[in-house]
C-alpha cells in the first residue's frame, strides 16, 4: 500500500499537466516557425539587393559602351567586352527568365549597332534605325527590372530626354556666335 500512496504523490493532475506539454510545444512550435519564416525574408530580401545591383552593374556597363559606340570609330578598340560580357552572364544567372532574356536583347541590339559601327557601315538613317532598337531594347529591360523588383510605378516611356530624330531642333541652323559684330 505504501507504493500505491507515493505513485498518488508523484502523479500530477491532467489539468496541469496537459496545457504546460502544449504550452511547451507551441512555444517550440512559435519559435520554429518564426525562425524559418525569417530566415525566408532575409533571403528574399539578400536576392533582391543581389539583383537590383547586377541591374545596375548591367546599366552602367551598357552606358560606358554606348559612350565608346558614340565616339570616333578608334574608341572602339576600348570598349570593355569582358566587363559588359560578365554582367550580362550575372544577370542571366540570377534575374527571372524575362528579365534575362531582354538583357540578351540588349546584348543582340548592341552587337548589330557596334559591327555596323565597327564595319564602316553606318549612314545617318541606320545609325538612328539601330541605336533607336538599341534605346527601345534597354527601356524594356528597365521596365521588366522595375516590375521585378516590386513594381516601381508605371511603367517608363522613355529613358532619356534626347528630342527625337523629327524634332526641328536637328535641322534648325546654328546661331551666330555671340561677340563683336563686324562693322
Known amino acids: 500500500m505504501d507504493h500505491i500512496d507515493n ?6 493532475p491532467w489539468e496541469v499537466l496537459v496545457p504546460t506539454v502544449g504550452a511547451v510545444f507551441a512555444a517550440l512550435a512559435g519559435g520554429a516557425v518564426g525562425a524559418i519564416l525569417g530566415h525566408r525574408s532575409q533571403g528574399a530580401h539578400w536576392r533582391r539587393n543581389l539583383r537590383m545591383t547586377a541591374y545596375a552593374d548591367f546599366i552602367r556597363s551598357y552606358a560606358e559602351v554606348f559612350h565608346r559606340l558614340t565616339g570616333p ?62 534605346e527601345e531594347a534597354v527601356l524594356r529591360f528597365v521596365n521588366l527590372a522595375r516590375c521585378e523588383q516590386g513594381g516601381l510605378g508605371a511603367d517608363l516611356n522613355r529613358l532619356i530626354g534626347r528630342p527625337a530624330p523629327a524634332d526641328p531642333i ?5 546661331a551666330e556666335p555671340p561677340g563683336p559684330q563686324p562693322t
Open 7 to 12: 505513485y498518488k504523490l508523484v502523479r500530477a
Open 73 to 134: 570609330p578608334n574608341q572602339l578598340r576600348r570598349i570593355d567586352w569582358s566587363d559588359w560580357n560578365r554582367n550580362l552572364a550575372v544577370i542571366s544567372m540570377i534575374a527571372p527568365e524575362e528579365v534575362a532574356r531582354q538583357a540578351v536583347a540588349v546584348d543582340e541590339a548592341m552587337w548589330q549597332l557596334s559591327l555596323r559601327k565597327g564595319r564602316g557601315y553606318l549612314d545617318v538613317p541606320d545609325w538612328v534605325r539601330l541605336r533607336g532598337a538599341l
Open 170 to 174: 536637328w535641322t534648325e541652323p546654328p
